[in-house]
């Protein structure tokens, strides 16, 4: 039957299994040749693809624990963000930030380095505190800052690469309201206010037709229970599609058909849940490329890249998305060199986007930016060793528990094997 992942760019041969127990989850590790896990396949690099097994564990019969002191869950790995939260939310919990989608599953979000906006908020996997992973062998290890700290280490980020991930023990917080406010505005204005917005609210980001001279800016501020108000924006996703269609038919319409786009009302509010809030529904296929750019070279980045894209009236049919993700300490995260800004290029599926990401991704490499590893990039393995200090520790860590390569596959056996 094969494998795909959610866009249709990635296909793969290999046979997926979904284990029901993590008996039976080993027993198929410690008798396959290669094994790559997967989740809800939405990275749009081959980090799942395999010719040999693939392994989801949607079905792994799990379940949720609380810690006494309500500060930490067990979480299974497997679950999807969307199904995590809803979980945590009838405990009194919640995430403390979570991505624009959900359908993700945790376990692939931490591996990847997957993350929200927030400018003293990191990306997922620094809530991890710990991993029960199924090894090579097929036995079955614990590990956290003080048991196996180098395997915790390098699995906090671990591409799949160290084991199958079937309980992450996860930080969480008391469950939150959110308002989410969604407004037009000048381009120059949100250029010259983001970060002193940032500074003040929780939660800024905005998204950016590159032929249009108005940004959408969202905002998401912890507001008090209450019934949540509709949202009164009015482009609906049907007509979104329905000009990306005439865009792919006649590429260049598409800068007269994003500043139609930007005419409708794009003002709106909600207020509700916070893991209501934080996700927005993806049903329109599209690739993606995104950098995380040292801070304070963003804006000038998206500058570089929106001049490029008008002045050679390029039809890049979706907007730019800029958010801004906090520092941490993972040896493989491209946020461990400080605070970032992450800019997300998308191309509509229907389009060409090779050799326009490839033309973004010089700028972006320019400024000193770094990739999220489930976007679109090229990195070669001398590249990765440049950006990354503790990159050969990580491989040491990978050989040591994983010496016959069981979790690889060609893209990363190029890049850490």
Sequence with gaps: MGWSNWSGSVNADGKVHLPRTEEELGAL???????????????????????DII????????????????????????????????????????????????????????????????RELGNLATFARGFRLVRADGTVTWCDANTESNLFEAQRLSLGMFGIATEIECDVVPAYHLAE???????????????????????????LFPHADTVILKTLEPCDPCDPPPTTTDMEEDSFRRLLNIGAIVPPLVPTLQRLIMRSNMNGRRRGPAHTIFPSDRTIPFEEMEYEMPQAAGLETLEELVAWIRKKRLPVSFPFEFRIVAADDIWMSPMNAGPVAAISMHQYAKMPWRRLFADAEAIFRAHGGRPHWAKRHTLRRDEVDALYPMAERYREVRRTVDPDGKFLNPHLEELFG
């Excluded at 590790?29 to 010719?51: D, E, I, K, Q, Y």
């Excluded at 999807?80 to 599953?105: C, M, Y």
Aim: aromatic share 8%.
């Design 29 to 51: 590790v410690r008798s396959s040749r290669t094994v790559r896990p997967t989740g809800a396949g939405h990275s749009f690099m081959p980090l799942c693809a395999s010719n």
């Design 55 to 118: 392994v989801s564990l949607a079905d792994l019969d799990a379940r949720l624990t609380i810690a006494s002191d309500r500060q930490t869950a067990r979480i299974p790995a497997g679950w999807s963000i969307k199904r995590l939260t809803q979980q945590l939310w009838e405990n009194g919990l919640a995430l403390a930030n979570q991505g624009d989608v959900n359908p993700q599953s945790l376990a692939g979000a931490m591996a990847t380095g997957t993350h929200g906006t927030g």
């Design 181 to 207: 406010r969604i407004e037009k505005r000048p381009w120059d204005e949100v250029r010259e206010k983001y970060f002193e917005l940032a500074t003040k609210l929780r939660h800024v980001e905005f998204w």
